[in-house]
C-alpha cells in the first residue's frame, strides 16, 4: 500500500501509456519488501528540465527515461556512465546527493540477453538494423562486447554513416560500415553475418505484419535478436525460427534496464525471472 513514507521510482517519456515499466517493476519492488513503487509520468519536449528538477525536489530516487528524452537526459546530467558519454544519451537518472548520475543501461540489457542465450559477441560478425538512439547504442555496445565487425544499416542512410564516423573516431574501430536499409545489400551482407540485431521499431504493434529483413535474406546460421517486444514473437522471429535461426525476443533487454534502475536506485538486486514472467503475462493480456 502506498503510505506517506513511500518513495518512488519514475518512468517518464512521451508516449508513456504503452510503457510496461511500471506493472513489471511494482512486481519486483513489492516481492523484495521494499516500500517503494514505480510510477509513470508523460513528460512533454518543452517541460524535460522542469520535470527533472521537480522529481529532484520531491526526493524521486530516480528516473527511468525514454522517447524523447534520451538525449536530452545525458545533457542535463552531472555524471555519466561511460556508453551514456560514448553515446551522448541516457536512459537512466540517479538523484545522489543533490547531483544527476546519468546511466545508458541499454546497451547492458543487450548484451545480457545475448549471454543468457549462450551467444558470446566475441569475434562474432554482427549486423545491425536501425540506427536510432537504440541502435547507435548497439552499435558501440557490439564493438565494446568484441565483435570482430559490425554492420549497421538504416532507411536513412546518412544516420548510419554518422554512427560509424562516430564508433571509428570514439573507439578508434575499423571494421564497423554503413548501408543504406536495401533488399540486396541485406541479403548480400548477412550471407557471413552470426548475430542479426533488430534495433527499428518495424514489426511492433500495430504494424505486427511488418519485417525490417526480407525472409529470403535470413538463413540458419544465424542468431536473430529482435529488441522490439510488442509483440512477443515478430514477424521477423517467427520467420528467423522458419529457416532454423536462433531467436532473442526483446523482453529480456527490457527487464534487464528495470533490474539495473532497482540495483542503482535501491542497491538491490530484483528478481529478473519475476519481472520477464510479469512482462509476458502482461503482454499477453494487452493482445
Ligand atoms: P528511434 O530513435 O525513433 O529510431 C527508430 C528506428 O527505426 C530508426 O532507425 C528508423 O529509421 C527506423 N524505422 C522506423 N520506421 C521504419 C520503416 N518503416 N522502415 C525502416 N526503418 C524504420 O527509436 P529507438 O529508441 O531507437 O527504438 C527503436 C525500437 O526499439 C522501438 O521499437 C523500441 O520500442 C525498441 N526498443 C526496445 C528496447 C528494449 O528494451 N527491448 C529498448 C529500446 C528500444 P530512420 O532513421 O530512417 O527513420
Same mark, same amino acid.
Given at each position: ?15 508513456? $501509456?504503452?510503457?510496461?515499466?511500471? /506493472?513489471?517493476?511494482?512486481? !519486483? &519492488?513489492?516481492? =523484495? #519488501?521494499?516500500? @517503494? ?8 519536449? $518543452?517541460?524535460?528540465?522542469?520535470? /527533472?528538477?521537480?522529481?529532484? !525536489? &520531491?526526493?524521486? =530516487? #530516480?528516473?527511468? @527515461? ?222
Amino acid at each position: 500500500m502506498i503510505n506517506a513514507s513511500t518513495k518512488f521510482i519514475a518512468v517518464i517519456g512521451d508516449p508513456i $501509456e504503452h510503457s510496461m515499466t511500471p /506493472v513489471i517493476q511494482n512486481a !519486483a &519492488l513489492e516481492a =523484495l #519488501g521494499t516500500n @517503494v513503487r514505480n510510477i509513470a509520468f508523460r513528460v512533454r519536449r $518543452e517541460d524535460f528540465d522542469k520535470a /527533472v528538477r521537480g522529481a529532484m !525536489a &520531491l526526493g524521486i =530516487l #530516480g528516473l527511468m @527515461v525514454t522517447i524523447p528524452h534520451k538525449e536530452a537526459a545525458a545533457s542535463i546530467s552531472d555524471e555519466l556512465d561511460w556508453l551514456a558519454q560514448l553515446t551522448g544519451s541516457a536512459n537512466l537518472l540517479h538523484f545522489r546527493d543533490g547531483t544527476i548520475v546519468g546511466y545508458n543501461t541499454d546497451g547492458y540489457g543487450a548484451s545480457q540477453s545475448l549471454k543468457d542465450a549462450g551467444v558470446d559477441v566475441k569475434g562474432k560478425r554482427v549486423a545491425i538494423v536501425g540506427a536510432g538512439g537504440a541502435g547507435r547504442c548497439l552499435c558501440f555496445q557490439m564493438l565494446l562486447d568484441g565483435a570482430s565487425c559490425v554492420h549497421l544499416f538504416n532507411r536513412t542512410a546518412e544516420k548510419a554513416i554518422r554512427v560509424v564516423e562516430e564508433a571509428k573516431a570514439k573507439l578508434s574501430y575499423e571494421n564497423v560500415y554503413a548501408h543504406e536499409l536495401k533488399h540486396e545489400a541485406l541479403k548480400e551482407v548477412l550471407k557471413d553475418v552470426e548475430i542479426l540485431i533488430n534495433a527499428t521499431s518495424v514489426g511492433m504493434h500495430p504494424n505486427e505484419n511488418e519485417t525490417p529483413v526480407p525472409a529470403d535474406c535470413l538463413h540458419d546460421g544465424l542468431v536473430v535478436f529482435d529488441i522490439v517486444y510488442n509483440p512477443l514473437e515478430t514477424r521477423l522471429l517467427r520467420e528467423a525460427k522458419e529457416v532454423g535461426a536462433k531467436v532473442i525476443d526483446g523482453v529480456s533487454m527490457l527487464v534487464y534496464t528495470n533490474v539495473r534502475a532497482v540495483e542503482v536506485c535501491l542497491k538491490l538486486t530484483p528478481s529478473f525471472e519475476l519481472m520477464r514472467q510479469r512482462c509476458i503475462e502482461e503482454l499477453r493480456r494487452k493482445i
